[in-house]
């Protein structure tokens, strides 16, 4: 096991963004994290990742009480621009070496070429599927353990969904871990291993997907519209 969160609660003043969240996750699966917008993914996303402090409840990490060192092994990618317009994609890579230990810059280079950004492209030039690709190509370039993808599919093409996904899959093995937040369920079905369903902050079911088309002849679309 990974990941184990225990009762956790984050609360806004009188809103709860996550409420009562209980969820295990383990090494060498994909999790697809399902929700309406406002359902409380990207908060309970933010507290693992230690961007933000639960209220309450309890964080486990490989075992232990979660703790800031664990930041260096958890790869939080956001909703939200995080690159300056003035940067190159050589800059982008730069950045991040400076900033995260674990960043591989020979497998940035690899894959920045992989889906066709050249070092010298500017991040003002760039069309909202490279910009998605280049987020999602340096969260991957990190050697993480846990990679946490915040709505990597949203607002971009169908060619480079198929690229990001590529990535993706690339990237995932036995040693690690992905949750990938979307609203494009049709998109990630069929390789994800497990699907988490969250609603009004709280985990309402965490199943897997193969378990359902063979036992109950239930895609995750389908379950999705019964429970949300």
């Not at 790869?75 to 317009?85: G, I, L, Q, R």
């Not at 400076?98 to 889906?115: A, C, R």
């Amino acid at each position: 096991m990974i990941l184990q969160c225990i009762g956790l609660n984050k609360s806004f003043g009188n809103k709860k963004a996550v409420n009562d969240f209980n969820i295990k996750l383990t090494e060498g699966k994909v999790y697809g994290l399902l929700g309406e917008n406002g359902s409380g993914k990207t908060t309970w996303m933010k507290m693992v990742a230690g961007l933000t402090k639960p209220t309450s409840g309890e964080i486990i990490y490989k075992e232990a009480p979660w703790n800031y060192k664990d930041k260096s092994e958890i790869a939080y990618m956001s909703t939200e621009p995080f690159f300056y317009d003035f940067m190159s994609i050589k800059d982008v890579g730069r950045y991040y070496a400076d900033f995260f230990e674990d960043f591989d810059t020979e497998k940035f280079q690899k894959m920045t070429d992989k889906v066709g950004l050249e070092e010298s492209m500017k991040i003002k030039t760039l069309s909202t599927g490279m910009t998605a690709k280049l987020k999602v190509v340096a969260t991957l370039s990190r050697n993480a353990s846990l990679f946490l993808l915040d709505e990597p599919l949203n607002g971009i093409d169908f060619k480079a969904r198929e690229e990001i996904i590529s990535i993706i899959l690339d990237e995932a093995d036995s040693k690690n871990c992905f949750v990938i937040s979307t609203h494009l369920i049709n998109e990630i079905e069929s390789f994800i291993d497990e699907a988490i369903f969250v609603k009004n902050g709280q985990l309402i079911l965490q199943t897997e997907t193969e378990k359902e088309r063979m036992q109950n002849g239930k895609s995750i679309a389908d379950i999705y519209m019964e429970i949300m």
